[in-house]
């Protein structure tokens, strides 16, 4: 257990995170805060650790606050101060993911550094207290290209439906789709339909001979059909929907279409 002390902290000692865990952070939301602290007071200290051998002490978490304090002029900071040889990846992970919620990219680089520390989805998992899908799924997002991992951290685009638009390898219609998915609010269901045209049709806009917009106008006629395991039908795909039941309950479930299809049939 990381141990903490409490006091003000004079922010001239004060120096930011060297590995943050958020990408960037909006000068706009810090001047607000500034404006909050300033009305209300800071509800929750900052977290720091030190004194380094210089005497300086490093942000784990709080930034934004310490940011807002300075903007304001103010000489000290409530924080909570650990060792200096705490891990701040580490401490710095349970606040940013236990409080105010970062991108699923600044969460995607938090689980890459755990992993490149300890080399095991599982360990990732069980230090961060979140499920080995949570953490392969946000790993997958690094490898995603940038414009998608952009449309993410922008808060553009969900996960499911930027990892269904990744599979598109053409720069150029990825790019009008995740447009028209921002525009449409398309879900990942949707999306899995433009994918499906898309490869179906992929040699010829790589082979440039269709363009993105007829590419786009011939995919408002292409319908991916799925098997309803009710009737037996091909349906259109979108209009599947998914029900949760545990095996027993499936078991009967599909023993009562199985005797109807065959009264039916009979």
């Known amino acids: 257990m990381i141990e903490f002390r409490e006091i003000d902290l004079r922010l001239e000692l004060l120096d930011p995170p060297a590995d943050a865990h958020r990408l960037a952070i909006d000068p706009e939301r810090v001047a607000a805060l500034a404006d909050d602290i300033a009305a209300h007071g800071l509800l929750q200290r900052i977290g720091v650790r030190g004194p380094s051998p210089a005497g300086r002490f490093e942000v784990i978490w709080g930034d934004r606050r310490s940011q807002a304090f300075r903007l304001l002029g103010r000489a000290e900071i409530p924080a909570r101060v650990c060792a200096w ?3 701040p990846l580490h401490a710095r992970s349970m606040e940013n993911l236990g409080g105010e919620p970062l991108t699923p ?3 995607a680089h938090v689980c890459r550094r755990h992993f490149e520390r300890l080399e095991s989805i599982n360990a990732v998992a069980r ?22 991992q952009a449309a993410v951290q922008e808060h553009r685009l969900p996960l499911a439906v930027a990892n269904a638009l990744a599979a598109i390898d053409h720069e150029g219609y990825r790019q009008a789709l995740i447009r028209e998915a921002v525009n449409t609010g398309a879900t990942a269901t949707t999306v899995q339909v433009w994918v499906a045209h898309y490869h179906q049709d992929r040699a010829r806009i790589v082979a440039n001979h ?3 917009e007829q590419l786009a106008a011939e995919r408002q006629a292409f319908v991916l059909m799925a098997r309803c395991e009710g009737c037996a039908e091909n349906v259109d795909a979108r209009q599947i929907r998914a029900m949760h039941f545990c095996p027993a309950c499936l078991a009967s479930l599909r023993a009562v279409i199985a005797e109807g299809t065959a009264s039916t049939a009979g």
């Open 127 to 148: 230090v961060l207290r979140r499920s080995t899908h949570w953490v392969q799924s946000r790993l997958e997002l690094l490898e995603h290209p940038d414009d998608v």
């Open 85 to 87: 040889d705490t891990d």
């Open 105 to 107: 990219l600044e969460e």
């Open 210 to 212: 269709v363009t993105v």
